[in-house]
T-cell receptor, first 116, second 113 residues
């Protein structure tokens, strides 16, 4: 399977705990994106990377959230001191980037986080 | 402030008929628009896109129309098939920040056999 993969698919945690999600993009895709989606809403942009550089962070991404993309390959999204309001589907996507300004994004299946 | 709006949460059509999904935007800087389809338990998948230099783009049964003056776009599916039943998201990007897409809240399309 050469699509975008995300792990874990589901995560249940207690409030105050830290969680980390992993995203493996399609190989050779330069751009990687993180979104959050809650029930009845569309994906909300969190951040994106061009190779290993994090180019933009949404104001939704509080100090408790951090994302990395070491070596421009896979990416991790960490949430520290989770709150119930963090419960959502976290989607990762990738796109070729490169010399093309606009790309459609290829999404993974998401990680569903439930904070008790 | 929601910059991309899909005002119809749901739409139901008969198989073989046309489905029209609508999307409005407020940010005049948006110049590239995309439609994604999402099935349950899967991530969104790209369907069709349109640049602001065009007013129509067609791909098989799917056509997207863009009315820049009205800041409105629509997705037409003809003929509709039961397998088209899904949530459809409209998304928009702007030249100065092409890496970021802003999504609407989606329209759930149900195509009845």
């Amino acid at each position: 399977d050469t699509g975008v993969s995300q792990n874990p698919r589901h995560k249940i945690t207690k409030r105050g705990q830290n969680v980390t999600f992993r995203c493996d993009p399609i190989s050779e895709h330069n751009r990687l994106y993180w979104y959050r989606q809650t029930l009845g809403q569309g994906p909300e942009f969190l951040t994106y990377f061009q190779n290993e550089a994090q180019l933009e962070k949404s104001r939704l991404l509080s100090d408790r959230f951090s994302a990395e993309r070491p070596k421009g390959s896979f990416s991790t999204l960490e949430i520290q001191r989770t709150e119930q309001g963090d419960s959502a589907m976290y989607l990762c996507a990738s796109s070729p980037g490169g010399g093309v300004l606009y790309n459609e994004q290829f999404f993974g299946p998401g990680t569903r986080l439930t904070v008790l | 402030d929601q910059q991309v709006k899909q005002n119809s949460p749901s739409l139901s059509v008969q198989e073989g008929r046309i489905s029209i999904l609508n999307c409005d935007y407020t940010n005049s800087m948006f110049d590239y628009f995309l439609w994604y389809k999402k099935y349950p338990a899967e991530g969104p998948t790209f369907l069709i896109s349109i640049s602001s230099i065009k007013d129509k783009n067609e791909d098989g049964r799917f056509t997207v129309f863009l009315n820049k003056s009205a800041k409105h776009l629509s997705l037409h599916i003809v003929p509709s098939q039961p397998g088209d039943s899904a949530v459809y998201f409209c998304a928009a990007s702007e030249y100065t920040n092409a890496g970021k897409s802003t999504f609407g809240d989606g329209t759930t399309l149900t195509v009845k056999p």
